[in-house]
Every structure is written in structure tokens, then in C-alpha cells.
């Protein structure tokens, strides 16, 4: 199991909101919310990605307080559409998402070495760290900027022509 965090992993979860608001200012609702394969916006990834964050946090919160506890995997798709936060616009949805980063940034920063070697037991993934769980918070965020990166792109590939071919 891994201890320690891997290079710019709380740099990469403290800046995604922004990254986020970077990539989607200025954008008419039709790039906004053109849907990926999977039928998903970019809207609806960043309503994932604010919805995913308590439970993240509440995560290390009980690896910090409990001796390697019981940490249940949740259905992320049934958990989203009961929060309701796909129907928010995108603008409030940056706004909460960066709030809920922020707050939290200084708290991941001060722990310890010994507090990312905390372990916990996933009901799925098994034995994880504090470490491997904020890494892996930080892999999530960075696949969803891709996500939304590929989904903002097609409508603009619509209009492309012989373009297509490269």
C-alpha cells in the first residue's frame, strides 16, 4: 500500500474547479451541455465531481478518527441524480465545487506522514491508505477534465469537413 502522495496530487484536487471554469468560460449552452457516449454533459461531470467530494472527504475524516475502518462503496450514479445537482446551472456548480476544494486544501496540506499511512478497508478496492485514496481523488478529477475535454469537442468536430481525417 502506498503512504505517501504522489507528486502534485493536492495541487491537481485543489485546482480542478479552476481548471473546470477555464475550460468551460464563455461557452454557449449548446457546447455545455452536448453529450458524451456515455450521455453525460459537461454540466453532469461537474455535478458528479461536487456530489463525489463530501463522501471523499467524510473518507479521510474516518480514516483520521477510527482504526482502519469499514469504508462502503456508493453507487455514484444513483447518488448524483438523488442530490439533484444536475439540474443546477454550471456556474453555481464551479462556484460550490471551488468553495468545497478550498475549504479543505490546508487540512490535506498539514497531514502527516503517519496520517496518509492511515489504512481503511473499501468494501471494493480493499485496503487503501489515506495516501491512495486522495491519489486517487486526484486521477477521478484529472479523467474528468479529460471527460469534459473530449465532450466540449464535439461540437465543434461536427463542423469540421475534410478536417476529419486528422
Do not use: K
Not at 482504526?67 to 448524483?80: F, K, M, Q, S, Y
Not at 479529460?146 to 466540449?152: D, K, R, S, V, Y
Amino acid at each position: 500500500m502506498a503512504n505517501t502522495l504522489e507528486p502534485g496530487t493536492l495541487e491537481v484536487i485543489a485546482s480542478t474547479p479552476a481548471v473546470l471554469r477555464a475550460l468551460t468560460a464563455g461557452l454557449p449552452d449548446a457546447i455545455i451541455e452536448a453529450r458524451d457516449g456515455d450521455n453525460w454533459s459537461a454540466r453532469d461531470i461537474v455535478a458528479h465531481l461536487l456530489d463525489r467530494w463530501p463522501s471523499q472527504r467524510a473518507r479521510v475524516r474516518l480514516m483520521l478518527a477510527e482504526v482502519n475502518p469499514i469504508i462502503l462503496d456508493e453507487d455514484e450514479v444513483a447518488g448524483l441524480e438523488a442530490s439533484g445537482l444536475r439540474q443546477r446551472p454550471l456556474a453555481w456548480l464551479l462556484d460550490e465545487f471551488e468553495r468545497a476544494r478550498a475549504a479543505e486544501a490546508a487540512a490535506f496540506r498539514a497531514l502527516s506522514a503517519a496520517d496518509l499511512a492511515r489504512t481503511g478497508q473499501h468494501s471494493v478496492a480493499g485496503p487503501i491508505t489515506i495516501a491512495e485514496l486522495l491519489n486517487h481523488v486526484a486521477y477521478h478529477d484529472l479523467l474528468h477534465v479529460q471527460q469534459i475535454a473530449g465532450t466540449l469537442a464535439l461540437v465543434p468536430n461536427a463542423g469540421r469537413g475534410g478536417f476529419g481525417v486528422f
